[in-house]
């Protein structure tokens, strides 16, 4: 342990800190707010390199702040190699994006304190999320990046697609991260100790139960890092801000699952499921990713695929969990962070500048905006991992860590395979890099140029700086490999030692990367052909899709579930009530009276007619009411009979020396009596005559029986006692506690937790009958136009696409169905801000939903519904 | 919570000669000098049911300030005698119970020091409030202090958190019964009182 309180929670409090104090400065300051959001990030990477030296020479840095100690939870930080690694990802580029922010968004833009406090929080849990050494703190983190982004990517509120795509990254990433909380805590409790550096060091035994918690803990990795299938919700978060996509989908949070990957790895790479998982899915998600980016018109899609296909990549090196692929793994992290964030801000900037980000209306911008286009091709370049850049150096360490002479783990088949699938995945990469620059800053003549401003010099900082990082970092290979070489060493030794550098010799790899070059060149010249054969291919097996067949699933089942057992018919509620009463507890009392199981107290054991005659006379009144409430047709005597009862009950205990119960009582009943006129104004008159037969028969008997179970049940319980009762030691106590009512001392102070409970009880009640009525209102309001957005959807898809014929079943999944088919290859392909038929759909969602509830409450009897609540307050 | 409306120098002359003039031809002194500076209640009176009783307005303003005087005595000896926040709650209730009765929602509505849910919400603060604050000082959920002061004309007196928790409960209650007052009294009112003067007209004030 260090003895240097370590800075690292108070750098984390002021990451939390900048996100409550800056909103209200928004006003003021316009987008200059980014410059003081970045302040904490970048203090985080100021210290980070200030103790580079001393975590890179074998000392992590470690601190502990007390959480929930009996629990084994403690908010516990250890920045080693990796995370020193990742924190430099998060912080030092996330500070760089910070201040490209206060260039790119204009004072106007709305909601910007809201997404400087939101991104400067994101941050903080990032870096919380890759310096914690312990798993409950890491899935807090964790789930707060989620949140975080889900606020970020739908930071333009009032469209309804940021909407929908934020909740989609939000349901996939927080929905698998409850998965992974489960295999954390399975894999806690199979090691005893939830601290991350020792699971890793002393991993456990195998079995099923490990098996089990990593398979959890790995889908929720993958969907964080945007894996084959739960790739989708990645290129649909494209909505957001570009600084916002460069920062999440780019440097930080996509790579959260990519780093617990290979912070597991050390411990478990060995595992048989964890190989197959992460070879098998990396591989396929690069390969996907790469295809598909090939095709996208957008520049921005084009990164996303991209990013999907690079996230495969890292999650194979992550896991892989040999010395070179842990080499290549850091080196690709730090490569991607830098590139794919550049790029991200290069799209930004064309986007801001000329209005589009679409390949097909981008021509000249090449010469227009030089000093650009060469810090683009740098980091393209490195993207494509041409010498002499970082990623360059990365991409050899790959391909050499897959040579079936270097994994000696591997089956030869399988490392055969995984190197040819990286060979394939580099061509593509080469062949997407190719595009994206020719897309961007190509000179199309068929295309018409656009008139724009140059950006300013403080605009373009940002992505010169990164793509200079790149280039920095190829050229001086050491400052890389010095953290690679120290996340690489805990893991098991391969042949021999292998460092990040441009030059190893005439190596495989290096003919490797040649002929990987030549493909490249080749996929990109004849891009035509490409794409006809792209579009050629049948469609595969849509990810978006299963997503939306899920959710829309879950909605129909929820909504047949609710149709079946929300009848509205409060006879029936209160029949199934009584039945269920009767047929668990009713039939075990009848199984123990005919046992003899249960003992019926004999007349000897306390049972007399009455305590005092009184008593009689109030009984008497009780019965006569009872029975005239049942036989009285109109309500409103009725109503009163009943209250005669309950005033009857409460004069049997004042009888038994109960004075606050009576008292309560008494009140209790006047308030509903009078409560239940105000509603009977809105009822008929006299309650309506049921024919006599077998259903009134059934509810006769029925009640009966319920009864006398109910009559039964409370006179065995009170004679069944065999302890002392609890309350014996009530009344000294309530001495000692300063107050000789003993009822009141029981409610406001011995059990004080359950009256509590009761009294949030009776809020939520009040606020549901408040709100009950609310309802009634709001669906008379909104009805007529949700016919009228429905009449005006029929025809006109959005985009003019077409749309799968077939009713509509209500609910938002089938809403997203019928969306899809515009949506699926090009979400966000247009910065255009309002869309007239989208505005019109997303109203006819809300009707749909009104309406939807409104036949909810009409077909029940909702004044029954209010006075049922009215009962049990 | 105020219960007692502060004397009216005069009824504004537009809106009181219209009530007054209405009242003149049920037999109503005619306004002069000796014409009453108040009304009994502090609103334009239509009673939630049938036709106006001088009887009931007369003892709701009479009794409310008895009543919630009432309620706050079984709220502050509810732990020696019968009573406590719930019964008492109950009865400050009945106080507004009677004069929405009397007097109609918008004498309701004038009589509420705040809405129902502004008193739901103080209640639960302050229920849970008590419950939390012995947290903070390292002690157990919800732990009893209580503190014994001579007052010069009180003599021993009593303060103990849990009075603090049982007023929230009071408060709750309160609020209960007025958010169902107001569900399913005055607002059923309002809406026939729309549905009797037409979709146009009836733009009557939402008392809940």
């Not at chain 1, 896991?319 to 080499?327: D, K």
């Not at chain 1, 030794?493 to 080749?522: D, I, R, S």
């Not at chain 1, 490409?530 to 829309?552: K, S, T």
């Not at chain 1, 009392?589 to 054991?605: N, Q, S």
Request: glycine fraction near 12%; proline fraction near 6%; charge should be negative.
């Amino acid at each position: 342990m260090n003895d240097v309180p370590m800075l690292l929670p108070a750098i984390l409090a002021l990451h939390a800190a900048a996100a409550v104090l800056l909103p209200p400065l928004a006003g003021r300051l316009g987008a200059r707010i980014f410059l003081l959001a970045g302040l904490p990030p970048a203090a985080a990477a100021v210290w980070a390199l200030a103790h580079a030296p001393a975590i890179l020479g074998g000392a992590p840095m470690q601190a502990t702040v007390a959480w929930a100690p009996a629990l084994g939870i403690a908010f516990a930080f250890r920045v080693d190699a990796l995370a020193l690694a990742m924190t430099l990802l998060v912080s030092g580029v996330g500070a760089v994006i910070f201040g490209y922010c206060a260039a790119y968004f204009h004072a106007e833009e709305r909601g910007l304190g809201r997404l400087a406090a939101v991104m400067v929080l994101f941050a903080g849990s990032m870096l919380g999320l890759v310096t914690t050494d312990n798993l409950f703190a890491l899935y807090v983190f964790w789930e707060l990046t989620s949140v975080t982004s889900f606020l970020l990517v739908g930071h333009d509120d009032r469209k309804e697609h940021a909407r929908r795509a934020a909740t989609q990254a939000l349901v996939t990433t927080a929905g698998t991260g409850l998965l992974m909380l489960i295999g954390f805590i399975m894999l806690g409790w199979a090691a005893g100790d939830y601290s991350i550096s020792a699971l890793v060091a002393d991993p456990p035994d195998g079995g099923p139960w490990l098996t089990a918690a990593l398979v959890l803990i790995l889908v929720g990795a993958f969907a964080k890092s945007a894996q084959v299938p739960m790739h989708f919700w990645l290129p649909g978060a494209m909505i957001a801000p570009t600084p916002v996509s460069a920062y999440l989908h780019a440097a930080a949070m996509v790579k959260g699952g990519v780093y617990l990957v290979a912070r597991l790895a050390p411990g478990f790479a060995d595992a048989g499921v964890w190989q197959v998982l992460v070879l098998g899915i990396g591989l396929a998600t690069m390969i996907v990713g790469g295809w598909r980016a090939l095709r996208q018109d957008d520049l921005k899609l084009l990164l996303a695929y991209g990013t999907v296909s690079q996230l495969g990549f890292l999650t194979l090196l992550g896991g892989a969990g040999t010395q070179v692929a842990g080499t290549a793994m850091i080196g690709a992290l730090l490569a991607h962070g830098l590139f794919k964030s550049g790029l991200f801000l290069t799209v930004g900037i064309i986007d801001h500048q000329t209005g589009t980000r679409s390949i097909s209306r981008l021509t000249g911008l090449g010469r227009r905006m030089p000093v650009l286009a060469v810090a683009a091709c740098f980091s393209a370049a490195s993207m494509a991992g041409l010498p002499p850049l970082i990623g360059f150096t990365a991409k050899e360490a790959a391909l050499e860590a897959f040579l079936p002479s270097a994994a000696p783990g591997l089956p030869a088949p399988v490392s055969a395979a995984e190197l040819g699938g990286l060979v394939a995945a580099s061509v593509l990469t080469f062949a997407y890099s190719a595009r994206f620059l020719w897309g961007a800053f190509g000179d199309r003549p068929t295309v018409s140029e656009r008139s724009f401003d140059a950006p300013s010099a403080a605009f373009i900082a940002a992505p010169v700086a990164l793509a200079a990082l790149s280039l920095a970092l190829g050229a001086v290979p050491a400052a890389a490999d010095a953290l690679a070489q120290g996340y690489a060493h805990a893991l098991p030794t391969g042949e021999k030692p292998y460092h990040l550098a441009l030059w190893h010799g005439v190596t495989p790899p290096l003919l490797l990367t040649a002929a990987v070059v030549a493909a490249g060149v080749l996929l990109f010249a004849k891009r035509r052909t490409v794409g006809r054969i792209q579009n050629a291919m049948p469609r595969w097996p849509d990810a978006e899709y299963g997503y939306h067949l899920f959710i829309h699933g879950i909605y129909s089942v929820a909504l047949s579930v609710t149709r079946r057992t929300q009848s509205g018919s409060l006879p029936v509620y209160l029949g199934i009530i009584l039945a269920v009463l009767l047929v668990l507890p009713g039939a075990r009392l009848a199984a123990g009276l005919i046992t003899g199981e249960i003992a019926v107290p004999g007349t000897d054991e306390g049972l007399r007619i009455w305590d005092s005659p009184l008593e009689l006379l109030v009984t008497a009144v009780i019965v006569v009411t009872a029975v005239a409430t049942v036989r009285e047709h109109r309500r409103f005597p009725a109503l009163i009979l009943l209250s005669v009862l309950g005033f009857g009950i409460a004069g049997l205990f004042v009888l038994h020396g109960a004075p606050d119960l009576a008292l309560t009582l008494v009140l209790v009943e006047t308030l509903t009596t009078i409560i239940l006129v105000f509603v009977l104004r809105r009822l008929p008159s006299t309650f309506s005559v049921r024919p006599d037969g077998w259903g009134k028969r059934l509810t006769v008997l029925l009640c009966a029986a319920a009864g006398t179970f109910i009559a039964l049940a409370l006179w065995l319980m009170t004679a069944a006692r065999t302890a002392d009762p609890v309350s014996a030691e009530y009344a000294d106590l309530a001495e000692k506690a300063g107050g000789t009512n003993l009822v009141n001392v029981i409610l406001a102070d011995f059990r004080a937790l359950d009256t509590l409970g009761e009294i949030v009880v009776l809020a939520t009640a009040a606020v549901a009958v408040a709100s009950l009525v609310l309802l009634n209102r709001r669906d008379r309001i909104v009805d007529e136009p949700a016919a009228e957005n429905e009449n005006e959807n029929e025809g006109e898809g959005p985009d003019g696409a077409v749309r799968p014929a077939g009713p509509e079943p209500a609910g938002t999944g089938a809403l997203a169905l019928r969306r899809r088919a515009a949506d699926a290859e090009a979400p966000g392909t247009e910065p255009s801000e309002h869309d007239p038929v989208r505005e019109g759909e997303a109203g006819a969602a809300d009707a749909d939903e009104a309406s939807n509830t409104g036949t909810g409450t009409g077909t029940g009897t909702g004044a029954d519904d209010e006075g049922s609540d009215d009962d049990r307050a | 919570m105020t219960e007692h409306e502060p004397v009216r120098p005069e009824p504004s002359p537009g809106r009181a000669d219209g009530e007054w003039g209405r009242s003149d031809r049920s037999g109503a002194p005619p306004e002069d000098w000796e014409a009453p500076r108040e009304r009994w209640l502090s609103t334009g009176v239509r009673p939630a049911f049938g036709p106006r009783s001088v009887m009931l307005e007369v003892s709701a303003r009479l009794l409310t300030p008895a009543i919630l005087t009432f309620s706050v005595f079984l709220l502050v000896s509810g732990h020696d005698r019968p009573g406590g926040g719930f019964a008492g709650g109950l009865v400050a209730s009945m106080a507004y119970v009677l004069r929405y009765i009397a007097g109609g929602r918008h004498e309701l509505r004038a009589g509420m020091p705040m809405l129902p849910n502004s008193l739901l919400a103080l209640g639960l603060l302050l229920a849970c409030g008590t419950a939390a604050a012995p947290l903070l000082l390292g002690h157990p959920v919800l732990e009893v202090h209580s503190y014994t002061a001579h007052l010069p004309v009180f003599g021993k007196v009593k303060f103990a958190s849990y009075l603090l928790f049982e007023s929230g409960v009071f408060l709750i209650v309160v609020g209960l019964v007025l958010s169902v007052v107001a569900a399913l009294g005055a607002r059923m009112e309002a809406e026939e009182e729309e549905a009797r003067d037409g979709a146009g007209a009836g733009a009557g004030g939402n008392p809940g």
